[in-house]
């Protein structure tokens, strides 16, 4: 069966530290990666999406994310945590041999950014 | 450029019930998708429309329904409520040919539906 998977409920960062959000996927084919962000009360916003292409794959708000065929993982970083990143992760997988176009999302990780 | 708009913000129906809920989506994309997403949970899919026709459907039953307008807003009709029913309603939208798997869909803030 298709899947994404966040091991992660919850990551602490400190403030000013490099935060990693884990995703790793099981889809055949080659996947169409996405990452999300839910605030409290609010829908997803869209961070960064990987195509075909280079590896690192930068988005909105300094975050950035490596797709690792071998290891099928695409981990969400950012070089230096804000207070304001503190919100609910989620990363999905849009499988090309689907048959359809829907997103499959992992179960989310909340990060939590301590000032 | 607008984006993705949803009606009812929040919604409360009784067991039996049926419901209506409205999408309107950012403006040039004429593909839309439904997610329902519990508490605690990723969204999963429920279904897409593309220029008005279902193009694809998640593991939801056939009293989940929806519609889309040739101005591409949506409608998701949920006949019988159940308790389980009780989730976040996200509508999103995207631009492409029949909604493509590479294209970003951008979500809506969702209505709350509770069902007592």
């Given at each position: 069966a298709q899947s994404v998977a966040q091991p992660e409920d919850q990551v602490?960062?400190?403030?000013?530290n490099p935060l990693t959000v884990k995703c790793t996927y099981s889809v055949s084919g080659n996947p169409y990666l996405f990452w999300y962000v839910q605030y409290p009360n609010r829908g997803l916003q869209f961070l960064l999406k990987y195509i075909t292409g280079d590896n690192l794959v930068k988005g909105s708000y300094g975050f950035e994310a490596e797709f690792n065929k071998s290891q099928t993982s695409f981990h969400l970083k950012k070089p230096s945590a804000l207070v304001s990143d503190s919100a609910l992760y989620f990363c999905a997988v849009?499988?090309?041999t689907s048959g359809t176009y829907k997103y499959i999302f992992g179960t989310g990780t909340r990060l939590k950014v301590l000032a | 450029e607008t984006g993705v708009t949803q009606s009812p913000t929040h919604l409360i129906k009784t067991r039996?019930?049926?419901v209506t809920l409205r999408c309107s989506s950012q403006s040039g994309h004429n593909?839309?998708?439904w997610y329902q997403q519990a508490l605690g949970q990723g969204p999963q899919f429920i279904f897409q429309y593309y220029r008005e026709e279902e193009n694809g459907?998640?593991?939801?039953?056939?009293r989940f329904s929806g519609l889309q307008f040739p101005n591409y807003s949506?409608?998701?009709n949920v006949n019988a409520l159940e308790l389980d029913d009780?989730?976040?309603y996200l509508c999103a939208s995207s631009l492409g040919s029949s909604g493509g798997p590479q294209n970003t869909q951008y979500f809506g803030p969702g209505t709350r539906l509770t069902v007592l």
């Open positions: 602490n960062v400190a403030e000013g849009n499988p090309p | 039996g019930q049926q593909t839309v998708s459907r998640g593991n939801f039953p056939p949506s409608e998701l009780s989730a976040l």
